[in-house]
């Protein structure tokens, strides 16, 4: 496909309806230029958003549940420890546990850092930087997703494609037994049970987490709202939430990019850009939009 | 894109499969060889001028969003005297080397004054006792580094705004810069600036207690100041002079405090 087809396709289907086979042509309307677009921003917010986090995080390798850190006693901590030989260990602790993580974790490159310089923005320390990267994009996937939100209010997006129905539910167990035999058969190009809730709990949960327990590391926002402050059970609980939810925005990144890679990567790659994907050849060609 | 060109359809299946096989390695080969030019150019954009310029608006936006939603007089969290961290952890400078610092410490800090000029009306120089004797606010707050950890301590000290009024600012007056007595690198002495909504604020105080103790060294001693709704690197130690001035452009490196100058944004708010 050219470029400029691409680019063309790209903004086709503002406000037509999603998941209705359009029998005039050879391609089937997938997602709209909303969904694609939101897509495609989030994708490089996070990226940027989880890599100049970790810079951030890097500055004081820490986490702890309350309002103050109790230096002596995090729930998880990266540090670097000399051993008996001489030799420079990175360590992770967990709660009561201790890994040796020399390379990834606590010590990488000959320097003592939480997490190693390919995945900081920048790759060395340099806080300062971190931060700036951080709010910048922070503001742009804030914006971005308020956007979306509007959008996804007004055409009833999340209600339509989102929404479990009874019989969703009923088929719940069934989903999650076909994603553990790793057999993702969807039916008609409609999101199954476990698509649902995952994307659903992303939406509704885990970016709306993001952005509230970020505010609540500002101290000028809990001026603002003592209440949020309360909400998560301190700043340091709010840090440790937002750590924590962070990681499973990558988990859900991952199992989302893998789920793409076992279903056709190449169509759904081309539904979500162009907005369209080839109609079935056979019926026994498995199609699931992820 | 996924259309294979017409030559390749008399291949062999088994051709066909080394054929994605030898695309698919070169497509990670290609994925590793972007991720590690993709690092290098985020080093490089991380030192453009323009980038920095760019991303930095984020700060305006921050402030504007910030003053809207917390208004003048919102107040800083206060929390009963149980929460108070068992140590207050000291950071940057927590033992100033400069002869200045030195002989007024061997003293005592009883030659200190705390002078306050530049755009007001009457320059003032007050003593420790003179500023232990004024009207006091005592606030136990929480202390949040840039670097992320919170402490939370008891300050004690008479509030910035009754100083100045007692020096009584100009209306030209934009900022207030606070000058101290330590340097970090042992050449350049911390300072830090913040506007008058932040001067005025009720919780805004210059410290010279912590946790009904006087300042000890570690933490700012002989007087620091506290600017509750910002993050700690506004909070200048080792206080020896401040000034009211219409702009900081012409102080040091001319960004508004020590770490200002070297890429931290002057709004700490968040």
């Known amino acids: 496909m050219s470029t400029h087809t691409a680019v063309r396709h790209f903004f086709r289907g503002m406000g037509m309806p999603e998941h209705t086979p359009d029998h005039g042509r050879s391609r089937r309307l997938r997602h709209r230029l909303p969904v694609r677009a939101w897509h495609w921003i989030n994708l490089w917010c996070m990226i940027v958003l989880l890599l100049s986090g970790l810079q951030i995080f890097n500055a004081h390798p820490a986490l702890y549940w309350g309002s103050a850190s109790h230096f002596d006693a995090p729930w998880l901590e990266m540090y670097a420890m000399r051993g008996a030989d001489g030799s420079v260990h990175g360590v992770t602790a967990l709660g009561p546990w201790q890994f040796t993580t020399t390379g990834v974790l606590g010590y990488s490159g000959e320097s003592v850092r939480g997490f190693p310089a390919w995945v900081t923005l920048p790759s060395y320390q340099f806080l300062s930087m971190g931060r700036v990267w951080h709010f910048f994009f922070a503001w742009l996937f804030a914006i971005s997703g308020a956007l979306f939100a509007l959008y996804a209010l007004w055409t009833g997006h999340f209600r339509r494609n989102f929404w479990l129905s009874g019989r969703d539910w009923r088929g719940l167990g069934r989903d999650i037994i076909n994603h553990l035999k790793l057999r993702f058969h969807a039916h008609s190009g409609k999101y199954n049970s476990l698509q649902k809730l995952s994307y659903l709990s992303v939406v509704f949960v885990a970016l709306p987490l993001m952005i509230v327990t970020g505010l609540c590391m500002s101290p000028t926002i809990n001026a603002a709202a003592p209440w949020l402050l309360d909400l998560f059970g301190g700043r340091q609980s709010a840090r440790s939430i937002h750590f924590i939810t962070a990681f499973s925005l990558v988990l859900f990144a991952v199992v989302h990019v893998a789920m793409v890679l076992l279903s056709h990567p190449l169509r759904q790659l081309r539904g979500m850009i162009t907005g369209r994907v080839p109609r079935r050849s056979s019926s026994s060609e498995p199609e699931s939009p992820s | ?270």
Request: proline share 5%; charged share 20%; aromatic share 8%.
């Open chain 2, 1 to 270: 894109m996924s259309r294979r060109p017409p030559s390749d359809i008399s291949l062999t299946r088994r051709t066909l499969t080394r054929r994605t096989l030898t695309r698919r390695t070169l497509l990670q080969r290609s994925l590793l060889g972007a991720a590690a030019l993709g690092l290098a150019g985020c080093d490089r954009l991380s030192e453009n001028d323009a980038v920095i310029s760019l991303l930095g608006s984020a700060e305006t936006l921050n402030l504007k969003a910030q003053r809207l939603l917390a208004g003048r007089e919102s107040l800083a969290v206060e929390y009963p005297a149980s929460m108070i961290s068992p140590v207050f952890r000291p950071n940057g400078t927590v033992d100033p080397q400069t002869a200045l610092y030195r002989n007024l410490a061997a003293n005592d800090f009883a030659d200190w004054r705390l002078t306050v000029g530049g755009l007001v009306n009457t320059p003032l120089a007050l003593s420790l006792d003179t500023l232990r004797s004024m009207p006091a606010r005592t606030q136990i707050t929480r202390h949040d580094c840039v670097e992320g950890w919170s402490a939370i301590g008891q300050w004690s000290g008479p509030v910035l705004g009754d100083i100045l009024e007692q020096a009584g600012v100009r209306p030209s007056a934009r900022y207030v810069v606070f000058h101290c007595m330590d340097q970090l690198d042992g050449e350049h002495n911390y300072y830090e600036s913040i506007d008058m909504v932040a001067a005025f604020h009720p919780q805004t105080l210059l410290a010279h207690s912590l946790n009904g103790e006087p300042l000890p060294v570690g933490n700012g001693a002989p007087l620091r100041l506290r600017v509750e709704r910002q993050l700690g690197y506004k909070m200048a130690k080792y206080l020896k002079g401040i000034t009211l001035v219409a702009h900081f452009d012409d102080i040091q490196g001319g960004k508004g405090g020590y770490w200002e100058d070297r890429g931290y944004t002057w709004y700490a708010g968040i």
